[in-house]
């Protein structure tokens, strides 16, 4: 069972703007829970006891609030001071947490609730089956998104993410499984993980399993609001 945990937390929000001039995305609220403490409460429930998140735009406001809520959970926070290192950047800083241990790489803009726990232990099932499997991600079809608005990032084959077509029909959900050594090569240190996920697309090594659960994303501002009207399950 997977023990550790990254929530990628360091972005500007621009899309929620002017909510997040002076409030950082993952601390914005939907139903009284920030989208931050969802997230950690989701890893909580799957077994995680060890989480890194990575900050950067309002750092100090993420880094309050995580001394505050003193969640019953190992959180170690680290900022990314001079510039923001993007996704890949951002996870390749806090490799040395992981001790070259598979890890969970999660994002806080999708609502996490109980549903996702069947999902992220098959997850766990399909990865540790094949050694040569580098990434697991969960994937969901357009068809099951709130925000009608996302164009696909994937196709997904056989338990295999590919990107051979224009018709993209799956979204990356924000939630995969990851070996730290698909960053060995990596020679920038600003960088998306899409370059990662396209390396290991091309050496068939990046498997994808198919969520069922409508897909709860905050994407922009507009998004933002019709969620908050929106009974959310925990």
């Not at 995580?66 to 190992?74: A, L, M, Q, R």
């Not at 950047?89 to 070259?100: A, Q, R, T, Y």
Request: net charge positive; with cysteine.
């Amino acid at each position: 069972m997977i023990k550790k945990a990254m929530i990628l937390a360091a972005g500007f929000g621009k899309r929620m703007h002017p909510l997040t001039l002076d409030c950082p995305k993952p601390l914005l609220k939907i139903h009284e829970e920030t989208l931050l403490s969802n997230t950690i409460t989701f890893l909580q429930k799957i077994g995680v006891e060890k989480i890194v998140i990575n900050v950067h735009y309002l750092a100090s406001k993420i880094i309050k609030y995580i001394d505050k809520k003193k969640f019953n959970v190992e959180i170690i926070i680290e900022e990314e001071k001079d510039n923001i290192l993007d996704t890949g950047g951002g996870i390749l800083n806090v490799l040395n947490h992981f001790l070259n241990e598979p890890f969970i790489t999660i994002n806080p803009d999708t609502l996490w609730n109980s549903d996702y726990l069947k999902e992220f232990k098959l997850m766990e099932k399909v990865f540790f089956s094949n050694k040569d499997n580098s990434c697991c991600m969960l994937v969901v079809s357009k068809e099951k998104s709130f925000d009608k608005s996302l164009k696909g990032d994937f196709n997904l084959e056989k338990n295999l993410i590919n990107r051979k077509k224009n018709n993209l029909k799956y979204i990356y959900t924000g939630l995969q499984i990851i070996r730290p050594e698909v960053f060995l090569n990596s020679k920038k240190k600003i960088f998306s993980i899409n370059k990662i996920w396209n390396i290991l697309i091309e050496n068939n090594k990046l498997c994808g399993i198919k969520s069922n659960i409508n897909f709860l994303h905050v994407n922009n501002i507009s998004v933002y609001k019709d969620l908050i009207d929106k009974d959310f399950k925990h």
